[in-house]
């Protein structure tokens, strides 16, 4: 099931809440004043299913040029935007600012939905029709898909949902749900009874309930308490889905529009960010050095200070390299995306991407500067390391191999790899003639296939100690090499993930319960070999009534590993106690007379032949005694 987020984007009056309401049922504009007035001034969130079982989110983003801010906002995590233009107007200058917002904040599939056709006669949609292809060339939305529709009649609705259907089924990409978790906040407010509640769009990941996360830039770590989606309680939420999470030891006025919340030590907060500024074509104005300005990337609003590492100054169309100064603490990745507005008066003029979150400050000018701005522009070693890491999902990636593929020099591939490992973004396993590498998403998978099996193995054989590690090996990931997997298991042990007996794996904390049934199987056992003594039982003799064939079994052999029984031979067992007595006897004998026989053995300890035999067979196989070449004879083996 994919989780789709589709936005809506357009000049204000077009009817984008309208079409939303037709779409979904909901009206969106949740404030007052947002319906008292008639505008969208924050985000408004609803949804909707389709035929193909998918469920799309749906956001109503601002399309009044005052409230660009939460327009911003609302991109985050879009998979198909609507474009609405209302058939009797055209496109107004509010939704080409929209559009160059969509486009640099890197917005790929949309749909170019005409608005109130129901007002306009057909020779005078076709001349608007053709006047915004014409507007939308060289632009994302230049091969759009149409649909023209009446919010307000609900002509073309129909269609419109057979459209997105489509596109999201065919060309929408599933988000990664296997990497670090990352939601950023656009909403915060506090429920009597219940706390600090946030909203966003999961970005990233998956959050659990319990889950411990930390908010950035505040710094403090939280628990996830409940996690609703769509107003429904879940356990778990996934990347794509609209969600709102209630945390634990954080208070409302402690955060903000702008908080993203992670994993513990993912990001790091910053005030210093490089950038590569690509400046819009149709803006007017020119960028200088030191140029104050309005940031907005995710679901923040920051201003800052743009130093030009490379320029004198950028104009329409241009782009450079530029270290944006932040005047409050922020907390992204590299490769997330921004928009940049003039300080005043506030109007878009660029956007572009974040190649340093975490950066020092930097001359201008400086060549050594450029060029490591450009490489991390083109891609890194950890950026090139990272990509081949994600081809050994199966196996790992051996670093003496990645040196073969990245022509990288040892000590390249080992910075990179520290670096990588130490943002979270792989595993690593050394070993004595190589090192092992894992991508993170991919270690992921693997760990929630196996901790899901280990669950299902303890719940289906309660008296065992787990699952076989051979057995997970050979199941789940039988391509990598048996002492890499045995580092990783060991890696699993060291989190806290799983817990070891032997060659045994299970759940980390995980205990054999001896119930009622255990008691009972062990008390018929031992009732039935105890007053046999040497005359030993043999198992198929003893009824267990109606425990499972299979739980007996299981609960024989944990009596057996835990001394309390021996197994004597096949299908015969004994108390401990007994054999370990008849050991001592035994030995005896041999210091004594040097020898001993089946015949002494029986009368040793009063039982028959049959079953002196066994006694001997079991002294063989704990090397109390050998063969000398007599089949009824032994000598000592001490």
Request: proline share 3%; net charge negative; aromatic share 6%.
């Amino acid at each position: 099931m994919k989780h789709i987020i589709i936005g809506t984007a357009g000049h204000i009056d077009h009817g984008k809440t309208t079409l939303i309401k037709a779409l979904t049922g909901r009206n969106t504009d949740r404030w007052e004043e947002e319906q008292r007035r008639g505008i969208t001034i924050d985000l408004g969130f609803t949804y909707f299913d389709l035929k193909n079982g998918n469920r799309a989110g749906i956001i109503d983003v601002p399309g009044h040029e005052k409230f660009i801010n939460n327009m911003v906002a609302g991109v985050v995590g879009m998979d198909l935007v609507l474009l609405v233009v209302a058939a009797d107007e055209g496109i107004m200058p509010q939704t080409r600012e929209h559009m160059d917002i969509l486009e640099m904040l890197g917005v790929q599939k949309s749909i170019l939905v005409l608005n109130k056709c129901d007002l306009v006669d057909e020779e005078w949609l076709e001349l608007v029709e053709e006047e915004i292809k014409e507007e939308l060339e060289g632009t994302f939305l230049e091969h759009a898909p149409v649909a023209k529709v009446s919010a307000a009649t609900g002509q073309g609705i129909p269609e419109l949902i057979d459209l997105i259907e489509r596109l999201t089924e065919e060309e929408v990409e599933e988000k990664d749900t296997h990497t670090i978790p990352r939601l950023p906040v656009d909403r915060v407010f506090s429920l009597s009874g219940f706390g600090t509640i946030v909203t966003g769009t999961l970005v990233s990941g998956t959050i659990s309930k319990e889950d411990t996360l930390e908010m950035f830039p505040n710094g403090q770590e939280c628990k996830i308490r409940n996690i609703q989606v769509h107003g429904q309680d879940v356990e778990r939420c996934y990347a794509g889905q609209r969600v709102a999470i209630n945390i634990s030891n954080m208070k409302k006025r402690e955060l903000k529009r702008g908080c993203v919340l992670a994993p513990p030590g993912s990001m790091t907060d910053s005030r210093l960010m490089d950038v590569k500024l690509d400046m819009l074509d149709s803006t007017m104005r020119f960028l200088t050095n030191n140029a104050r300005l309005h940031f907005f990337s995710g679901t923040s609003e920051v201003l800052c200070r743009a130093v030009l590492l490379g320029d004198e100054e950028l104009g329409p169309g241009d782009s450079g390299y530029v270290q944006l100064r932040m005047e409050e603490d922020v907390a992204f990745r590299r490769g997330d995306r921004f928009v940049v507005r003039f300080y005043s008066p506030m109007e878009t003029i660029g956007g572009g991407v974040i190649l340093e979150p975490n950066a020092v400050k930097k001359k201008r000018f400086s060549k050594e500067v450029l060029e490591s701005l450009k490489q991390k522009e083109s891609g890194t070693a950890e950026d090139v390391i990272e990509l081949h890491a994600k081809d050994y999902a199966e196996t790992m990636a051996a670093v003496s191999e990645l040196a073969k593929l990245t022509a990288l020099t040892k000590e390249e591939i080992e910075e990179a790899v520290g670096n990588l490992a130490s943002q979270g973004i792989v595993c690593v396993f050394p070993l004595k003639k190589d090192t092992y590498i894992w991508h993170t998403a991919d270690e992921r998978v693997y760990r929630e296939k196996i901790t899901a099996a280990l669950s299902q193995y303890v719940k289906k054989y309660p008296y065992r100690y787990g699952m076989p590690k051979a057995e997970v090996h050979s199941t789940f990931m039988k391509r990598v090499k048996p002492n890499v997997f045995d580092q990783y298991i060991e890696f699993l042990e060291r989190e806290g993930i799983i817990s070891r007996h032997e060659e045994f794996l299970a759940p980390q904390g995980y205990e054999i319960v001896k119930d009622e049934v255990y008691e009972k199987v062990r008390r018929k056992l031992l009732s039935a070999i105890k007053p046999a003594k040497f005359d030993f039982v043999r198992l198929a003799e003893i009824s267990f009534v109606d425990a499972p064939a299979q739980s007996v079994e299981d609960i024989i052999l944990l009596l057996a590993d835990s001394g309390e029984i021996v197994k004597v031979t096949d299908g015969m067992y004994t108390l401990g106690a007994y054999m370990e007595e008849a050991k001592e006897k035994i030995i005896e004998k041999l210091k004594a007379d040097g020898k001993i026989t089946i015949a002494e053995i029986r009368d040793m300890f009063k039982t028959s032949r049959k079953s002196a035999k066994p006694i001997l067979e079991y002294m063989d196989s704990i090397k109390i005694t050998r063969k000398t070449g007599g089949e009824s004879e032994r000598v000592s083996n001490l």
